[in-house]
């Protein structure tokens, strides 16, 4: 967990990286900026308040094409030199900037900071921070003028968060650095744009990713072969996802042999599913454990995904959240349609 009551700015650099695709080009800062206290507090909130999840990533050292990652040797010459800060957020600029000649990605501010004793997990440590605002809003202003008000409209940005940004920790440098990535819009273009092309940053394998990882082969065993090998329900289903969540809510480390008695039971579905995970793993080249520590965090993110709800036509939805037997299903001759029968004992 990431937590800033310590943290003090040391120095930022603000440059204006334009659109690629338009031509704006990128006008640099020859000097860090001048920031007061009420400022420089703003700062803080717009740079940190928006790092909540504990999922992080690790810079790569090279890109695909086996050449240097600019983000990964910068952010080495500023933790070296504080001093080059200016210097190396131009170089790093220059770099957002040729990553955006995709049409959809708009020009911005972009800000390069030194941050000093962040607190991630318990550790103080030393953090680069790159940040990029494209959106302007707008506010009023009221302006007095003698015994009455004026008013006037202006643009700026809204310090809630910025639309892209990251964290980068002086520690683990060579495995790459430890990251933390935080937007307005975690898109897949986002995700291409800023994550892959400017920071070359992939996600840590550890247990964040790992219980990530679990309950998407979870659902995809549920919702994709189940249905294809065993005849079941879509209440069926609901009750299978409704049992993963919970098992993973009330464990705190996972065991993939415990999870499959538990959740799965019947010894062919078991079956079906250890080797459903063999096919993903070969098909991802990526090993999926038998054991790891839950990460609670990303049970709390992944949860939603994996909601149990039962689409009828355009007309009805039902959310299921437990006790499978009170919910059976059948079929109407008179209307040669299929219905729900839900028991309860009090309407809400």
Known sequence: MITSDSTTLR?????????????????LSAAPMSVGSEVGELLMRYFLSSFKAQEYYTLRRDD?????????????????????????????ARHLYEQGADGKVKGGDFFV?????CMVDGEALDAVGLFKSENQEHFLKLQPHDDSFGISADSGISVSKPDRGCLIFNTDR????????????????????????????VQRKDDFFRTQQALSLCKSFVT?????????????????????VKFFKENDSFSMDEFAQEVIADPEAIKSFKSYRRELEREGDE??????????AAVKRQARALKSVIKLDKN??????????????GYDEQTGMHFYQLFFKEEA
């Open 64 to 92: 695909s094409a086996s050449a240097p990652n600019v983000v990964y040797g910068s952010v080495c010459a500023i933790f070296d030199n504080p001093d080059t800060l200016v210097k190396q957020s131009s170089a790093l």
């Open 11 to 27: 120095e930022v650099v603000a440059h204006r990286v334009g659109s690629k695709a338009g031509g704006e080009g990128v006008r």
């Open 174 to 201: 060579e495995e790459g650095f430890l990251v933390a990535i935080t937007g307005s819009s975690r898109s897949i273009s986002d995700e291409q744009y800023w994550t892959d092309c400017f920071l070359n940053a």
């Open 287 to 296: 090993e999926i454990p038998e054991q790891f520590e839950i990460s609670e």
């Open 316 to 329: 009805f939805h039902i959310y299921v959240h437990g006790r499978r037997e009170y919910i059976s299903r």
């Open 113 to 117: 900071a030194y941050l000093k004793d």
């Open 224 to 244: 994709q072969r189940l249905p294809e090998t065993f005849e079941v329900t879509k209440a069926d289903q609901a009750d299978m996802l409704n049992k993963s």
